[in-house]
């Protein structure tokens, strides 16, 4: 039997702020075109089944599940990856995680900045609570995630400081 050939999809989208176009296979997930014809490794796939949450990144401004999105729905969509995220929030939350011991393996640590980056943008509550709700749909195996949730507080503390510092000049 002669293999079939995979029905293939031209998009044009902008990843990490560069319009990039392509042909896409159909049922491909976004993150798996993401890794294997970008290059941009920083979102995993771990369960493939929109459960650990390692596949987070931004469509169109929002956290998604880079695996439960197919290539071809990113056509006409901003894409941002945990390569490219930035801002004030990422920033404190990257220095946090380094500073907290809330990274190990590393696996789950995009998914988890960019959960964590929504909930400080949103200015919503920083409570244990509210935070492991944020992140109640990323898994870690490695830290226990009391060191992450340390790690989100502290970030939030130190935004607000800088907030609080900046109104005060």
């Known amino acids: 039997m002669l293999p ?16 990039i176009s392509g042909r896409v296979v159909l049922r491909q997930s976004l993150v ?3 890794r294997a014809e970008l290059g941009l490794t920083g979102s995993h796939v771990g369960c493939a089944h929109g459960v650990c949450g390692a ?7 929002v956290v998604v599940r880079g695996c439960l999105v197919l290539a071809v729905q990113a056509d006409g969509a901003d894409v941002e990856t945990i390569e490219a995220a930035s801002g004030p929030e990422v920033t404190a939350l990257r220095e946090a995680f380094v500073e907290h011991g809330a990274l190990q393996c590393g696996f789950c ?27 109640s749909g990323n898994y870690c195996r490695c830290t226990g995630y009391q060191p992450i949730i340390d790690a989100v507080q502290a970030a939030g503390a130190a935004l607000q400081a800088q907030a609080g510092g900046a109104g005060g000049e």
């Open 4 to 19: 079939l050939e995979e029905p293939l999809a031209e998009i044009a989208c902008m990843v990490n702020g560069r319009p």
């Open 32 to 34: 798996e075109w993401l």
């Open 55 to 61: 596949c987070h990144l931004r469509l169109d401004g």
């Open 109 to 135: 640590t995009p998914g988890m900045i960019l959960q964590a980056a929504e909930l400080l943008l949103g200015g919503g509550p920083l409570s244990r609570e509210a935070i492991r709700e944020q992140l």
